[in-house]
């Protein structure tokens, strides 16, 4: 079972539909507001603690402390990990953070260690 520690909650609009435990970027000129995070993205607000079904729903994105992110393959625990497509933690050279957990396949969820930036 994965756990969150520490984490620091924030109020986002989602702009569409975005899952449980995925991670998020603000909507560029659009205060307040997110979508979810591209493969190589690196300005990530988080990862939302809930779920929204429609655009202007609320979200609650939780960053810093040990968060929850669903799994875009396979991670080794103690792994670098960075955004993969659909807003999923997948394992990269350089990225958001480090995995406390590992994931065996697409949608584990993974606690990750917040870092903002980790790796090379």
Same mark, same amino acid.
């Given at each position: 079972?994965?756990?969150?520690?520490?984490?620091?909650?924030?109020?986002?609009?989602?702009?569409?539909?975005?899952?449980?435990?995925?991670?998020?970027?603000?909507?560029?000129?659009?205060?307040?507001?997110?979508k979810?995070?591209?493969?190589g993205?690196?300005?990530?607000?988080?990862a939302?603690?809930n779920?929204s079904?429609?655009?202007?729903?609320?979200?609650?994105?939780?960053?810093? =402390? /040990?968060?929850k992110?669903? !799994? %875009? $393959?396979?991670?080794t625990?103690?792994?670098v990990?960075?955004? #993969?497509?659909? *807003?999923?933690?997948v394992a990269?050279?350089?990225g958001? =953070? /480090?995995?406390?957990?590992? !994931? %065996? $396949?697409?949608?584990?969820?993974?606690?990750?260690?917040?870092a #903002?930036?980790? *790796?090379?």
């Amino acid at each position: 079972m994965a756990l969150e520690e520490s984490v620091q909650r924030y109020s986002y609009e989602a702009n569409g539909a975005i899952d449980q435990y995925i991670l998020v970027s603000s909507v560029a000129g659009t205060p307040r507001t997110c979508k979810i995070a591209t493969a190589g993205d690196v300005l990530l607000i988080g990862a939302t603690l809930n779920k929204s079904t429609a655009a202007g729903q609320a979200l609650a994105v939780g960053r810093e =402390g /040990i968060i929850k992110v669903k !799994a %875009g $393959g396979v991670i080794t625990a103690g792994a670098v990990v960075a955004a #993969g497509a659909g *807003g999923k933690a997948v394992a990269g050279a350089s990225g958001f =953070g /480090i995995a406390i957990t590992g !994931a %065996g $396949g697409i949608d584990e969820v993974v606690e990750v260690q917040w870092a #903002g930036k980790a *790796g090379a």
